[in-house]
Structure formats: C-alpha cells, structure tokens
Nanobody, 129 residues
Framework: QVQLVESGGGLVQAGDSLRLSCTAS????????MGWFRQAPGKEREFVAH????????YYRDSVKGRFTISRDNNKNTVYLQMNSLKPEDTAIYYC??????????????????????WGQGTQVSVSS
C-alpha cells in the first residue's frame, strides 16, 4: 500500500519561492508517473504538473509554466515542485498523487484527477500580496 506525504508548504509573500516535497513509501515509486494538483477554497482540484516515471517528460498547466518545475529523485522516492515567483492566485492546498498506470502509459493522460491514486494529505501554500 503506497503512502504519500507532502511537505514544504507555508505562508510567503508574492514573488517568493517554495519547494514542495512528496515522499512515497510502501510501493515501487520509480515505476509510476507522479502529479501535483491543487485546490483553492470553493474550487475544484486542478492539475498543476506531471512528471513521467523516468523523469524525461514534464507537463504543466499554462498558468505555472516558466515559474514551477517538477522533478523527481527515484533513489529517495521523492517528487518535488519548485515554485518561483509565487502569486496570490497560487494559494491552495497542494497535493501529490501517483498515476494509476505504470510506465509510459502513465503519461498519456496526465491532467485528470481520477487517473491518480493514491493521494497525499496535502500541504497548504498561502501567498500574500
């Protein structure tokens, strides 16, 4: 049973940076693509970034391109989200999740919430103006 634990959230000012981490335990992390999603109050959970199982493919929502970078360290069973130039509209709970399909299949569809399982508990990111 895979468990995911996020960390690294916090309260920052606009323009600051944060790095989120998500560490997996209990499974074969290296075989699965990973995603970061976020959910703001009163809004649906939305896709933020995806990284393939090998780390050779990454995808981002348009609003974070050029500011956020997803990466992974398979030796540490950890995926990261480096967030630079943060904006108040980035305020949300950030979740990491594991793609259900393993290998290259896991990156064919990468932005649907229902294609990921399990999920971490989330980490709060708050950006003040």
């Amino acid at each position: 049973q895979v468990q995911l634990v996020e960390s690294g959230g916090g309260l920052v000012q606009a323009g600051d940076s944060l790095r989120l981490s998500c560490t997996a335990s209990g499974g074969t992390f290296r075989l699965y693509a990973m995603g970061w999603f976020r959910q703001a109050p009163g809004k649906e959970r939305e896709f933020v970034a995806h990284i393939s199982w090998k780390g050779d493919k990454t995808y981002y929502r348009d609003s974070v391109k050029g500011r956020f970078t997803i990466s992974r360290d398979n030796n540490k069973n950890t995926v990261y989200l480096q967030m630079n130039s943060l904006k108040p509209e980035d305020t949300a709970i950030y979740y990491c999740a594991m793609r259900v399909a393993s290998g290259d299949s896991g990156s064919i569809i990468y932005d649907r919430v229902d294609y990921y399982r399990p999920w971490g508990q989330g980490t709060q990111v708050s950006v003040s103006s």
